[in-house]
């Protein structure tokens, strides 16, 4: 889709992190931005914020876990600016721990707001695009969907299905005027998950697996729609060349993340917040 002044979009997890970066770049070029998230102190400041800026957003307090509100953000979309042109399901959760030491509905939650929810309303929203031959669909997953992180093995598991379900999407949409995409940042600094679990503990990311900002998964974004492309990675260092070596031999990129030091930073996470939680 690459004319976007005018459409309207649908931004998933826009209170915090990077789906206000994602807002604010999508208002930029013209768009009308509904911004979904549980918090509704958080979406009033980001959409006060694009009106200051002359931009056109609402927001649109909702738990993405609980299904029964999906159709309700649709319709609401449709009410205000007429249609749906762009669903970015960007709202996800993550637990960094061992495997073991999950609940079942921690399992469940992670599965459900990554992936069963931005499914959902992929359903709820390709009728109308298909009908008139316009609009694209964009998940934000994660280079742990491509090499799943330890400790993070739901969340991993979700990002790989996103990746997935996009994969197929785009191949059923082929010739229909309507475009998916996935995009797969690595170590978001600044804001974000990542910032929040292990920058404010004082844990940095290796410096060779790199790292990408907000903003730089936003321009991801948009250059995304604007150019319908299927897969995208946000991240300095060079990624394709890892991954591609990576499906060749699995075991050399294990030994090549360790040698980075990506599984002892996530396990360094871990061991916080267990050393925190034994000292409550
Ligand atoms: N940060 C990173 O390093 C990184 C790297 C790779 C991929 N990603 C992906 O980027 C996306 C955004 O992550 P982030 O770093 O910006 O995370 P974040 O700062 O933790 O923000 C997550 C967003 O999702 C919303 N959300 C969480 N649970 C929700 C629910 N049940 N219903 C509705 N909204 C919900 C949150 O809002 P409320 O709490 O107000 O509901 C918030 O707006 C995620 O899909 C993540 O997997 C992040």
Same mark, same amino acid.
């Given at each position: &889709?690459?004319?976007?002044?005018? =459409?309207?979009?649908?931004?998933?997890?826009?209170?915090? #992190?990077?789906?206000?970066?994602?807002? $604010?770049?999508?208002?930029?070029?013209? &768009?009308?931005? +509904?911004?979904?998230?549980?918090?509704?102190?958080?979406?009033?400041?980001?959409?006060?914020?694009?009106?200051?800026?002359?931009?056109?957003?609402?927001?649109? !307090?909702?738990?993405?876990?609980?299904?029964?509100?999906?159709?309700?953000?649709?319709?609401?979309?449709?009410?205000?600016?007429?249609?749906?042109?762009?669903?970015?399901?960007?709202? #996800?959760?993550? %637990?960094?721990?061992?495997?073991?030491?999950?609940?079942?509905?921690?399992? %469940?939650?992670?599965?459900?707001?990554?992936l069963t929810a931005g499914i959902l309303l992929t359903k709820r929203v390709l009728p109308g695009m298909l009908d008139r031959? =316009?609009?694209?669909?964009?998940?934000?997953?994660?280079?742990?969907g491509k090499v799943g992180s330890p400790y993070e093995s739901v969340y991993a598991a979700s990002k790989a299905g996103q990746? %997935?379900?996009?994969? /197929?999407?785009?191949?059923?949409?082929?010739?229909?005027?309507?475009?998916?995409?996935?995009?797969?940042?690595?170590?978001?600094?600044?804001?974000?998950?990542?910032?929040?679990?292990?920058?404010?503990?004082?844990?940095?990311?290796? =410096?060779?697996?790199?790292?990408?900002?907000?903003?730089?998964?936003?321009?991801?974004?948009?250059?995304?729609?604007?150019?319908?492309?299927?897969?995208?990675?946000?991240?300095?260092?060079?990624? $394709? !060349? &890892?991954?591609?070596?990576?499906?060749? /031999?699995? =075991?050399?990129?294990?030994? +090549?993340?360790?040698?980075?030091?990506?599984?002892?930073?996530?396990?360094?996470?871990?061991?916080?917040?267990?050393?925190?939680?034994?000292?409550?």
């Amino acid at each position: &889709m690459k004319e976007l002044e005018g =459409r309207t979009a649908i931004v998933t997890g826009a209170s915090r #992190g990077i789906g206000p970066q994602i807002a $604010r770049a999508l208002g930029r070029e013209g &768009m009308n931005i +509904v911004l979904v998230a549980r918090s509704a102190a958080g979406l009033e400041q980001v959409a006060a914020e694009l009106g200051s800026a002359g931009q056109h957003a609402i927001a649109m !307090p909702a738990d993405l876990s609980d299904h029964s509100t999906l159709d309700r953000i649709v319709e609401a979309t449709e009410e205000q600016f007429g249609a749906v042109d762009l669903l970015v399901n960007n709202a #996800g959760i993550t %637990a960094t721990r061992r495997f073991e030491t999950s609940s079942d509905e921690e399992t %469940a939650q992670i599965i459900d707001v990554n992936l069963t929810a931005g499914i959902l309303l992929t359903k709820r929203v390709l009728p109308g695009m298909l009908d008139r031959g =316009r609009g694209h669909v964009v998940m934000i997953a994660s280079l742990a969907g491509k090499v799943g992180s330890p400790y993070e093995s739901v969340y991993a598991a979700s990002k790989a299905g996103q990746i %997935a379900f996009v994969q /197929s999407l785009r191949e059923e949409l082929h010739g229909s005027g309507v475009g998916a995409s996935v995009v797969c940042p690595g170590f978001v600094v600044e804001s974000g998950m990542w910032a929040d679990a292990g920058i404010s503990q004082g844990i940095r990311q290796p =410096r060779l697996a790199g790292a990408t900002t907000p903003g730089a998964v936003a321009s991801a974004v948009v250059h995304a729609v604007q150019r319908d492309s299927a897969e995208v990675y946000v991240n300095r260092p060079p990624m $394709r !060349p &890892m991954l591609v070596l990576g499906e060749l /031999s699995p =075991r050399f990129r294990s030994w +090549v993340l360790r040698r980075i030091g990506v599984p002892q930073t996530f396990r360094k996470v871990v061991e916080r917040a267990e050393s925190e939680a034994r000292s409550e």
